[in-house]
């Protein structure tokens, strides 16, 4: 499987440090060096399906693939405003697809699952192009008066086109039934049988326990990718980890003992996009012409569950 064509989309509205803390005990110093992250875009006119139909189309462009080359949609995604029907199917619309689509919820680690089932899709299927596209919409997750987690989060989508290639080296995904670090429960439609206490409120999070959980998960299923193809750290041009928060990406970088360029970062433009960051940080070093035929990309992306995965690909896109 290679990929062909990349993009990504953002709001319109630009959200600084210093304007959260015209209305919250927070400080552009605290934010900045506790997490990295300097700025966010944040939805307000726009709908998650019209970030998710940009970013699709764009790298529709960028592949040189019509929709209705397509031969499978598949969204990641925590939650939109749609409950039902999915939000890939609304996007197939939208582009002008005809493909099946499907959306799975892999939290932050959600482009790398998709990856892996994209992988599953070329190997079973006769097909030719599948479109990945993760579109996120975690600042309406949280409570905007708990500055533990709302300074964190961004919105955004970001999308690959997959087509057949050798290109993806490896894949490991982990997943640990943990949701006490971070978690949102929801209250669902009442009825007249309903007797149990139904939790419903924003999204909490255990930021130490996360933080450990994730540089844990990625240093491990970095490791796994690398063995399984036979190579060593250097051997690896770029680091492309989820973007939640630069000490959690500095961190794994110390273990590895790369240097820092190795490791590119937009956790300072756009806080953390959940399943988002990595494809629109893919976006960004392609379309900046970072990334050279024959370059080795490692993706490691951790989230809620708690799941986790890495992918080792070599670049071949012109
Ligand atoms: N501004 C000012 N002070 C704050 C803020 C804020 N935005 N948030 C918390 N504080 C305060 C706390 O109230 C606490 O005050 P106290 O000492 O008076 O009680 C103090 O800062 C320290 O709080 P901690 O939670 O201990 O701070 P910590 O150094 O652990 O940093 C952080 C918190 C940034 C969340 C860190 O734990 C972290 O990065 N964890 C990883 C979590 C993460 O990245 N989550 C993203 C979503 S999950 C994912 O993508 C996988």
Known sequence: MNIIGTGCAHPSLTVTNEMLSGFLDTSDEWITTRTGIKKRQLISDERLEDLATEAATKA??????????????????????????????????KIGANSPCVDLNGACAGFIYALDIANSFFKSKDIKNILIVCAEEPTRMVDWNQRNTCVLFGDGAGAVVLSRGEDVMAIKLTAVSKPEPLYQMRKLEHTPFINKEEPDGPLVMKGQDVFKLAV????????????????????????????????????????????????????????????????????????DKKLKKGDKLVLSAFGAGFVAGACLLKWSKE
Request: charged share 20%.
């Open 216 to 287: 844990e998960s990625s240093k491990n299923d970095i490791n796994s990718v690398i063995d399984e193809c036979d190579l060593s750290y250097n051997d690896v041009n770029y680091y492309l980890l989820h973007q939640a928060n630069i000490r959690i990406i500095d961190t794994i970088r110390n273990t590895l003992q790369q240097d820092e360029s190795k490791f590119p970062h937009n956790i300072e433009k756009y806080g953390n996009t959940s399943s988002a960051s990595i494809p629109i940080l893919l976006d960004e070093l392609n379309r």
């Open 60 to 93: 529709l462009e960028n592949a040189g693939v019509a929709a209705e080359d397509l031969d499978y949609i598949i969204c990641s995604n925590v939650i939109n405003e749609y409950i039902t029907p999915s939000l890939s199917c609304i996007l197939q619309g």
